[in-house]
C-alpha cells in the first residue's frame, strides 16, 4: 500500500463544507487492491487487539456525543467485511485519540483508479493528521501481512507533535469562547499570535494577552520592585525587601529585615530562582545564588505566612480566584517518594504537558534540591501521613493543584483585586498573593501582594483540581467584542467558470464607490484599496487570508476558484453573499474531478458556506448551477438574461429576488415590481451591449450588491464608471482602436467562455476577423478540439502559437488537435504557424488589413500589452 496523494483541507471544501480540517488522500492499495477485511485471515482480531479502545465506551460526556455521532468501527464490522480504505480511516482517527486529540469524522470511497482508495478524515493539529495518515496506511498493511507493530513510538511522535502545536489551554479557552459566539479566528503564522475576527475588526491575542494589553503595564508587572512600590504606595499590603546584587548587600538586607526571607530574581517567573522560608546565613548565600543564575539583581524580602492564591481580574473585575498547592506527595509507611510520586501520576487527569486537567509531577533538580533541605531522597519512605512539597511553587504546569475558591473571596480581597489591576494597569491580570484565609480581609490576616503577573494562566480557572470550574475565556471576549460590536467584515464570494475576475471586479467597484474600504482577489493578484500588493493567481485559501487580516479591509470581495479550494479548502467558513457565474467544461479531469457534475459540486461549496441570512446568487440559465439552490441553508436570487424564464417567473411569484436583462435594461425584480438600474449599454464592460457576457457579470454584481444593500442610483453609477481596460482588467476584453484595425485581448480559454465571446465578435462589424491562438496543455483532448472547433468557426484567419508552458503535452500533438478542431467547421481555414506568442503578434499587426479586426487570445497579458503599447506608440 502507498500514499499517492495527501492534501491537507482548512476551511469548507468539496468532502465538507461542515467538517474543515481534514486530511484527504488517496491510498494504493497495490496487492490489497478490492480485497476488504473480511478477506484477510484475523484481521479483525488482530485490529482489535492493538486498538482494544476503538470502538468502546468513551472516557468523556463530548466524546461520547461525537461518538455516537459519528461512530468508531467495531469488531463485527470488520469480521463482516469493510473496504480497507475505510479501515485506514479509522485507525488514523484513533491514533489520533491515543494521543489525546478527539477526532471523530470521516469518508472512505473508492477513487476512479483501479484499486484505489479516497481516504479522508479529520485532525486536529495538521502535522498530527499527515503523520497519521501515514502511519495508518503501515500499520494496516503490516496487519494485513501478519506483520508486528509497534504502537507506543508512533503514539509518542503523535503526541509531542500536540504539544508542540496544539494551543495552550489558556489561548485555546479564549479561541473556544470566541467561536462559540461566532467570531472567526486564524492563527498567525510562525506566531502564537491569533487573530480573533477579520481585517478592521480584529483584535488578537497571544496566551492572555491581548491587543489591548498596554506594554506599559506589563512592564510595570514584570519588574517586582516597581509594582511592589506602586502598590505599597496605594496602601496594599506586600512584603517589606529590597534588592541586593552582592553578600553584603544581603547582608545589610536582612540586618533590617531578619529571618525568615526570601530571594527571587527581580524579573523571574513560574518560582525559577526563588528560594523560600531562609532562615539562616547559609541558606541566604545559596538563594542569592540561585537567582542569579537568572538575573543580577536580587530580591530579599520578608517570608510571608500563608496558602498561594491566585485572583484573576479581567477588565477590572475579578472574574476568579484559586488556591494553589504545590505539587507533594503523602507519606504511606511503606512506599518510597519516587513510589509515591509515580502513584499520583495514574491520576488519569493527570497528562503531558497541557495535554490534561493536570499535569505530571516529574522529579527534578529542583524537587531533588527541597528533598535534600529535609535530609530526604526519592527513595526515602515516608511515615504514614507525613506530606512532603516536591516543588516550592504552585504552578500546574509543575504538577501543583488548584481549587476554586472564586465565590469565599471577602469583598474587601475583591475591591483589592480590582485595585491593584487597575493600578498596574493590566486588561487581564493575575495576582498572587499570600494569606491564611481568602475569606478574610487581607489586612486583618497580615497577609500581602507578592506578585502580579501579566498573561496569567487561565488553566487552573478552568479546571482546577476541585472546586467549580470558571469561564474566565467568557469576560475577555466580552472585553474585546462588546456586546453590539462587530466581529467580521462583510464577505461576498464570487465562484464559477467563466466571469468570476470580471464579477469579482465589478463588484469591489460598486463597493469602494460608497467609501468601503475594499480588499478583493482576483487571478491577477490581491488588491487592498485599490492598489494591487500581490501578483499571480490569488484565488486561494492564502490570498483569503491575506484580506482578511488586513487591518484596513472593511469589506472583501473574494474571487474562490476551483484550483485553491481543492489543494486545501476556502479560506473562509462562512461569507454573506455567494455568486456561482456558471458551471462548464474546464479543467475536467484534474485533481480527482471528472464530470461535470462533480464540477458543479466544488463551486456549490461556496454558495454552501453562505450563513443563514445571507445570499447565494445563481445564474438561472445554467442547469447546473441552478440545481445548487437545493439543499441551501441560505436565501437564494436567481439571475437571468431572460426574464421569461420560467425559473426566473416562478420565483418572484413566489416573492424571490432575481435580476434580469429586460428591454435592454439590467434590472432587479423583486416580487411583480421592476427595479431599472439602467440600460446596459451604458456600462462600458457590454461595449455598447456588444459583449453579452458582461451583462450576464453586470447582471450578477448588480444583483449581489442590491442584496447587499446598496441603492440603485450607487450600482447605476459604479457600473457607468467601470471602464475595462488593460489596468482595470487585465486580459479581459481589453480593445485597442488602431488607425487600421482594431485589436482585442482577451482570455476566454474554454470552449463556454469562447462561446460567449464569439457573441461578441458576431456583434462587431469587420473586414476580417483574425484569430492569434493557443490549446492548453493541461486540458482533456475533447475540450481541446472543442475549444479549437469554436475558435475556427468565429475567425477568418487563425495564426495558431504555443503557450510558454505546455503542461505534460507535446507541441506537435498540440498543433495537430488544434489543427483539427480548428477546421472541423472550416476545412478551408487559413492558418499560420507561428509559436513563439510576440513573434506572432508581430506577425499579425503587420499584416492585418484595413477594417479587421484581430483577437488574441492570451495568458501572457503582461507582455501583450507591452507589445501593443509599443506598436501603439511606433505608429
Ligand atoms: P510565578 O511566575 O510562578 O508566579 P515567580 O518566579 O514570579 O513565580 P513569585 O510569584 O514571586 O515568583 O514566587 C513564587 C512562589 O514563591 C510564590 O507562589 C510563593 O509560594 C513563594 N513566595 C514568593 N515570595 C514569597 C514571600 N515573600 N513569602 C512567602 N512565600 C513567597
Ligand atoms: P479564470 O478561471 O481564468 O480566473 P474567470 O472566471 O475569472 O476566469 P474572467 O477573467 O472574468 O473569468 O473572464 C475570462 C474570460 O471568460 C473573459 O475574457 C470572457 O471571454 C469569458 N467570460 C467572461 N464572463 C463570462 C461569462 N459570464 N460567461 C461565459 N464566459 C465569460
Ligand atoms: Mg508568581
Ligand atoms: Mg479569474
Known amino acids: 500500500m502507498k500514499i499517492i496523494d495527501l492534501r ?84 488514523a482517527l484513533e491514533l489520533q485519540r491515543m494521543a489525546g486529540m478527539p477526532v471523530y469524522w470521516g469518508k472512505s470511497y473508492p477513487a476512479r483508479e483501479e484499486g484505489v482508495e479516497f481516504v479522508v478524515f ?30 507506543q ?45 477579520y481585517g478592521c475588526n480584529q483584535k488578537r491575542i497571544q496566551a492572555t494577552t491581548s491587543s489591548k494589553t498596554a506594554y506599559f503595564a506589563v512592564e510595570i508587572a514584570g519588574n517586582k520592585n516597581k509594582t511592589k512600590a506602586m502598590l505599597h504606595d496605594a ?46 546565613w547559609e541558606q541566604a548565600l545559596a538563594g542569592l545564588k540561585a537567582a542569579q543564575e537568572y538575573s543580577r539583581a536580587v530580591i530579599v524580602e520578608r517570608y510571608v505566612e500563608g496558602d498561594d492564591y491566585r485572583l484573576l481580574v479581567v477588565n477590572g473585575k475579578l472574574i476568579a480566584a484559586a488556591k494553589r498547592t504545590p505539587a507533594a506527595v503523602t507519606g504511606d509507611g511503606v512506599s518510597t517518594i519516587q513510589q509515591l510520586i509515580d502513584q499520583v501520576n495514574t491520576d488519569p487527569r493527570r497528562g503531558i504537558g497541557h495535554e490534561k486537567v493536570l499535569t505530571q509531577i516529574k522529579a527534578d533538580q529542583h524537587t531533588m534540591d527541597l528533598l535534600q533541605g529535609q535530609d530526604l531522597t526519592l527513595e526515602s519512605v515516608l511515615p504514614v501521613g507525613k506530606t512532603v512539597y516536591l516543588k516550592s511553587t504552585a504552578n500546574i504546569s509543575t504538577g501543583g493543584t488548584a481549587t476554586d475558591v472564586t465565590d469565599l473571596v471577602d469583598p474587601y480581597n475583591v475591591l483589592l483585586a480590582e485595585r491593584v489591576a487597575g493600578i498596574i494597569g493590566l486588561d487581564i491580570c493575575g495576582i498572587d498573593l499570600l494569606t491564611s484565609d481568602i475569606a478574610i480581609p487581607l489586612n486583618e490576616t497580615r497577609g500581602a501582594v507578592i506578585e ?15 472546586g467549580l470550574p470558571r469561564n474566565v475565556a467568557a469576560p475577555v471576549v466580552d472585553m474585546l467584542f462588546p456586546p453590539g460590536s462587530a466581529s467580521r467584515i462583510p464577505i461576498i464570494a464570487i465562484s464559477g467558470t467563466n466571469g468570476k475576475t470580471t464579477t469579482t471586479r465589478l463588484i469591489a467597484h460598486i463597493v469602494a464607490a460608497k467609501g468601503y474600504k475594499v480588499g478583493f482577489t482576483t487571478t491577477d493578484g490581491i488588491y487592498i484599496q485599490n492598489k494591487q500588493l500581490q501578483k499571480g493567481d490569488c484565488t486561494g485559501a492564502v490570498s483569503t487570508e491575506f484580506v482578511l487580516k488586513d487591518p484596513t479591509v472593511n469589506y472583501a470581495v473574494l474571487e474562490t476558484a476551483r484550483g485553491g479550494m481543492l489543494r486545501s479548502g476556502l479560506g473562509f467558513n462562512t461569507c454573506d453573499i455567494a ?22 459540486e466544488v463551486k456549490a461549496v461556496v454558495p454552501r458556506t453562505v450563513q443563514k441570512n445571507g445570499w447565494a446568487v445563481l445564474n438561472a440559465d445554467d442547469n447546473l448551477v441552478y440545481g445548487m439552490a437545493k439543499g441551501l441553508d441560505c436565501r437564494v436570487a436567481f ?33 411583480s415590481y421592476k427595479l431599472r438600474i439602467d440600460r446596459a449599454v451604458e456600462f462600458p464592460v457590454t461595449f455598447g451591449g456588444r459583449a453579452g457576457f458582461n451583462i450576464e457579470n453586470s447582471l450578477a454584481a448588480a444583483l449581489a450588491t442590491y442584496l447587499a444593500g446598496f441603492e440603485r442610483d450607487e450600482i447605476k453609477t459604479a457600473l457607468r464608471t467601470f471602464v475595462p481596460s488593460a489596468t482595470k482588467t487585465p486580459g479581459r476584453m481589453n480593445v485597442y482602436r488602431f488607425p487600421k484595425f482594431e485589436v482585442v485581448v482577451d482570455y476566454a480559454h474554454n470552449t463556454a467562455g469562447l462561446e460567449k465571446f464569439a457573441e461578441f465578435l458576431n456583434n462587431t462589424p469587420a473586414t476580417r476577423k483574425i484569430g492569434v491562438v493557443s490549446g492548453l496543455g493541461d486540458r482533456r483532448d475533447e475540450d481541446t478540439l472543442g475549444f479549437a472547433r469554436v475558435a475556427g468557426r468565429i475567425f477568418d484567419e487563425v495564426i495558431l502559437r504555443q503557450d ?50 484581430v483577437v488574441l487570445l492570451t495568458e501572457n497579458i503582461s507582455g501583450t500589452t507591452k507589445k501593443l503599447e509599443e506598436f501603439e506608440q511606433s505608429i
Open 8 to 91: 491537507t483541507m482548512r476551511g469548507p471544501s468539496y468532502w465538507s463544507v461542515k467538517h474543515y480540517k481534514l486530511i484527504v488522500m488517496k491510498v494504493d492499495l497495490e496487492d490489497f487492491a478490492n480485497v476488504w477485511s473480511d478477506a484477510v485471515p484475523g484481521l479483525d482480531s488482530r485490529l482489535m487487539q492493538l486498538f482494544p479502545t476503538m470502538g468502546q465506551p468513551q472516557p468523556t460526556v463530548e466524546a461520547t456525543k461525537y461518538s455516537t455521532k459519528y461512530p468508531p468501527l467495531t469488531h463485527e464490522q470488520l469480521s463482516d467485511g469493510e473496504p480497507l480504505g475505510h479501515v485506514i480511516q479509522h485507525v
Open 122 to 151: 479529520a485532525y486536529q493539529e495538521e502535522r498530527a493528521g499527515r503523520a497519521a495518515a501515514e502511519a495508518a496506511v503501515q500499520i494496516v498493511e503490516a496487519l494485513c501481512k501478519e506483520q508486528t507493530i509497534d504502537l
Open 153 to 197: 513510538p508512533i503514539i509518542e511522535e503523535l503526541h509531542e507533535i500536540r504539544e508542540d502545536e496544539f494551543f495552550g489551554p489558556s489561548t485555546w479557552s479564549i479561541v473556544a469562547e470566541a467561536a462559540s459566539r461566532n467570531i472567526p479566528y486564524i492563527q498567525l503564522k510562525n506566531s502564537s499570535i491569533i487573530q480573533l475576527g
Open 235 to 280: 496602601g496594599v499590603p506586600v512584603p517589606r525587601g529590597t534588592t541586593v546584587y552582592s553578600p553584603e548587600g544581603l547582608q545589610d538586607a536582612i540586618e533590617e529585615l531578619g529571618y525568615p526571607i526570601v530571594t527571587k530574581p527581580l524579573d523571574g517567573n513560574h518560582g525559577k530562582g526563588a528560594t523560600i522560608k531562609i532562615k539562616n
Open 452 to 466: 502580579v503577573n501579566a498573561a496569567p494562566g487561565f488553566r487552573m480557572h478552568i479546571s482546577p483540581t476541585e
Open 579 to 600: 455568486v456561482v457565474t456558471n458551471v462548464a467544461a474546464d479543467h475536467l479531469g484534474q485533481r480527482d474531478i471528472y464530470t461535470l457534475e462533480e464540477m458543479a
Open 639 to 671: 439571475f437571468s438574461m431572460d426574464e421569461n424564464n420560467p425559473r426566473i417567473r416562478e420565483h418572484v411569484e413566489q416573492g424571490g429576488v432575481a435580476a434580469v436583462y429586460e428591454e435592454g435594461y439590467v434590472t432587479i425584480y423583486k416580487n
Open 804 to 853: 510558454r508552458d505546455l503542461r505534460g503535452k507535446t507541441a506537435d500533438e498540440l498543433r495537430e488537435i488544434m489543427t483539427r478542431g480548428l477546421r472541423l467547421d472550416k476545412p478551408e481555414l487559413p492558418i499560420t504557424y507561428i509559436e513563439n506568442e510576440m513573434e506572432a503578434i508581430d506577425h499579425v499587426l503587420a499584416t492585418a488589413p484595413e477594417g479587421a479586426v
